[in-house]
């Protein structure tokens, strides 16, 4: 046997010592303690969650705080490049509270998508794209948002990383020095999602669209709660507290009827690599374990999800199946976008439904949405915008709400 | 012949790349064992499938994240060759699979494989990555993944007749979305400053990452590096 593999001696000796079940040495633990000792040593900056914030809990009872305003919003490749309408909803509900945030240009993909999908990557770069990202929110003030759910399942998993690990964290100050940055990571790693469940009965308050007639599927994104799995938000009152609570208790709070099925778990099929280059895969899975299994077991009329890659791969992946005479047909959004419409956004302007492929027409008209009228409206600043009378549609132009079902 | 220390090798795998060494795949292995994580995504292997039946790529693929634990587990040196060579880009990275009850992350390992596989300039992954070469461009040059102007019919004609309406509008539908940072873009997703580039691609040089590209594929890194090397020059 080769002299660098483990032996049989060093097996023997490791399974001598008896496992030690120890509720004190759980696996999981706050984050926050080891990233405060690390402050305290002069190796990081923690940026703190700025007030108001509200706590919920986690999968495993850690208190997680969740900011209200002044966040930094790290956008996402595929919500900005294809499905626009999911960051001006994530937007304009903050502007309809007039909540204070900062939409950056000193932002980067955090990369994650191509790491996932091809390697070309490593822990140090992975690690300083993430820090050059904080480090920019830290110089701003704002506290950092997550859009994607992949950014905060990569975000949190760099974080373990560095934090139990002397050697990466020397080598991304290094890097980080070139730059004239610190290394700074924040208390929280926030997505999106949790400050829509934070923010939920606030936006019932001022709900002008009824959603009682909607039966909705809840797909939670493999990224935000498979990845470093304890610092998900989880409720009692939500699946008894088995899967994660965002999403599906902003839907139950604005009135639809979520209906369950049971390839939850499973994943969309969106496979990083994949929906960009072996879509075979991508669009049997999506179709095959994903939509097919919730037409059959509760035919609902939308899917809401919170995740870039997911509304993409569910949305997308649907076309092609009909060649094949799959029972697909069901419209995806993500949960930003559902609360932006029932608080009266406009289904063009703001959410941006003309960039979704599955028909979701039927699911307007079910909620009473005569979304002809608001596509005619929406085609009126398109010709302006063609004739140049017009430079582009502006906040001023989407911020009012509508009664949509007027 | 009896069992003894010297030969005991519980059903490790048969040779079945001979064109590489056993001290080659031994060395690939051990690049896998001294990375950072790797004792963080394997703890060894109870075999109980958990995994199995909750990974999409072993629902379409021949593709097992059990065999991935398992292997690594046993240091089956011939096996985990054949992993590398062979099942690493079915992996979805969905980390479903981080359900196991002895908390291994086999999208984890496979993720470090894929480095590794990366960095050493094996050919089956030059061949798993070659349509997927403009993406890396895209990410490492503009700072994001996608942008509008990849949604073309002949890129994406499965999704239907969606992306042909949507790339013949894509200029005055971008210019219609309200958020600043967005509006009118078509070559990114959002509008990233230039000085934000340049320390993007300081990192790129810095952390090593413009190796592994050289290694991955040459034609991209001369592209990337004649580009990212006289914006750095001009600061």
């Not at chain 1, 290394?183 to 002008?208: C, D, G, K, N, T």
């Amino acid at each position: 046997m080769p002299d660098n593999l483990t032996t049989i001696e060093e097996i023997l000796e490791r399974k001598s010592h008896p496992v030690v079940r120890d509720a004190s040495i759980a696996p999981t633990h706050d984050m926050r303690e080891l990233l405060f000792d690390l402050e305290a040593k002069g190796e990081i900056i923690v940026q703190k969650v700025p007030e108001p914030y509200v706590e919920f809990t986690t999968k495993f009872g850690r208190k997680k705080k969740i900011p209200i305003e002044h966040t930094w919003h790290h956008k996402s490749c595929g919500h900005c490049g294809h499905i626009p309408g999911y960051a001006s909803s994530i937007l304009w509900l903050h502007r309809q509270f007039d909540l204070d945030y900062h939409d950056p240009t000193d932002q980067t993909s955090c990369t994650g998508w191509n790491y996932y999908a091809s390697a070309a990557s490593n822990a140090a770069g992975q690690a300083s794209v993430m820090a050059r990202n904080f480090a920019a929110a830290y110089e701003t003030g704002y506290f950092p948002l997550i859009h994607c759910g992949t950014s905060f399942g990569h975000y949190k998993e760099i974080r373990e990383q560095l934090v139990h690990n002397q050697e990466l964290r020397d080598e991304v100050r290094r890097i980080l020095g070139k730059l004239g940055k610190p290394l700074v990571i924040p208390e929280e790693i926030v997505h999106y999602s949790e400050w829509v469940y934070a923010m939920r009965h606030r936006f019932a308050e001022r709900q002008l669209v009824d959603m009682s007639p909607i039966t909705a599927t809840v797909h939670p994104a493999c990224h935000y709660y498979k990845i470093v799995a304890e610092d998900a938000i989880y409720d009692p009152e939500i699946y008894g507290g088995q899967r994660t609570a965002v999403v599906t208790a902003l839907l139950e709070t604005l009135g639809m009827n979520v209906a369950d099925y049971s390839t939850w778990f499973d994943c969309c099929g969106f496979g990083f690599r994949h929906v960009l280059v072996q879509r075979d895969f991508t669009r049997s899975f999506a179709v095959l374990r994903k939509i097919e299994v919730m037409k059959n077991e509760a035919n609902p009329d939308l899917t809401v999800t919170h995740d870039t890659g997911c509304v993409t791969t569910l949305d997308k992946s649907q076309f092609a199946a009909k060649a094949h005479d799959r029972k697909v047909g069901i419209p995806i959004l993500s949960d930003a976008q559902v609360a932006a419409l029932a608080m009266g956004a406009h289904p063009f302007r703001v959410v941006q439904f003309h960039w979704h492929s599955t028909d979701w027409r039927p699911f307007l008209e079910k909620l009473g949405v005569n979304w002809q009228k608001y596509w005619d409206e929406f085609q009126a600043d398109l010709d302006a915008i063609r004739a140049g009378t017009k430079s582009g549609i502006t906040w001023e132009d989407a911020d009012q709400p509508i009664h949509l079902t007027a | 012949m009896p069992t003894t220390l010297e030969n005991w090798n519980p059903g490790k795998a048969e040779d079945r790349h001979p064109e590489a060494t056993y001290e080659e795949k031994e060395r690939l292995f051990l690049e896998v064992k001294s990375d950072l994580r790797y004792e963080d995504f394997l703890y060894g292997c109870y075999e109980c499938g958990i995994c199995v039946s909750a990974c999409p790529s072993a629902r379409f693929y021949d593709f097992s994240p059990r065999v991935i634990a398992q292997a690594m587990a046993r240091e089956d040196v011939e096996r985990i060759y054949d992993i590398l060579t062979e099942d690493i880009w079915n992996c979805a990275q969905c980390f479903s699979c981080v359900r196991c009850p002895r908390q291994n992350n086999p999208g984890g390992l496979v993720t470090i494989l894929r480095e590794v596989s990366i960095k050493n300039g094996l050919q089956e992954s030059k061949d798993a990555l070659q349509g997927y070469s403009r993406v890396i461009y895209k990410v490492m040059l503009k700072g994001n993944q996608v942008s509008p102007d990849m949604l073309q019919p002949d890129f994406f004609p499965d999704w239907g007749p969606w992306v042909k309406n949507f790339s013949e509008n894509m200029h005055v539908w971008r210019k219609a979305i309200p958020m600043d940072t967005i509006r009118g873009i078509t070559d990114v997703a959002w509008r990233v400053e230039r000085k934000t580039l340049l320390e993007l691609y300081t990192i790129w040089f810095e952390s090593g990452n413009m190796d592994i590209i050289k290694e991955l594929d040459e034609g991209l890194y001369d592209l990337l590096a004649d580009v990212m090397q006289e914006e750095l020059e001009e600061g």
